[in-house]
């Protein structure tokens, strides 16, 4: 659970701002709720008060402390987890046998660990290796249907040449009738009757 700490007065619009986004959070299961520490009575109530029509109030998800409060229940557990501080070994013998013993789980662990990132690593290379088969397949076709198109263009060509056998003449084209101009552009030339 996220913990916001308020020591001095914000602004309501930030802390507007600050209880929508929590309420956002908790709303897509990112977080149970909120828990706002304040310093003073005066803050927790305007906390309380602005997020009285909260989607966070309304689903008990919010939490408001007094500071006072949570040093009072710090000093309270401080004995008991000083006590198990405590009853660590912390001989040189005491903690070498501790390495023994978990020497072994944590080979295993690390073991498992480096098993799954070869895994992942294989994982990563058998999906590089079929992207790049899919995209050498897409290139593949798209110069088949290159080709294809080009063919069937040079098949109308050549149809429309069988069905028009006089154009290069009516174009001039081969007949010695076109002329070289300086752009290196064919002209046809005038005819001496005009």
Known sequence: MPVEVELAVKSTARLDAILEMYAGWAQAGKSVGVMYVCESVSLAEKIKARALHSPLNSHKQLRVELLETIKAQALEAWPAARARCLERPRSKEAISKLVQERGPAQAAERARRE??????????????????????????????????????????????????????????????????TRRGLFKRRQSSAI
């Open 115 to 180: 098993a799954e990132a070869a895994e992942r690593a294989r994982q990563a290379a058998e999906q590089t290796r079929k992207a790049r088969e899919a995209r050498q397949a897409t290139e593949e076709a798209w110069q088949a249907r290159c080709a294809a198109e080009q063919a069937e263009r040079q098949a109308r060509r050549e149809q429309w040449e069988r069905e028009n056998p006089d154009w290069r003449q009516q174009l001039g084209i081969g007949t010695g009738a076109e002329q070289p």
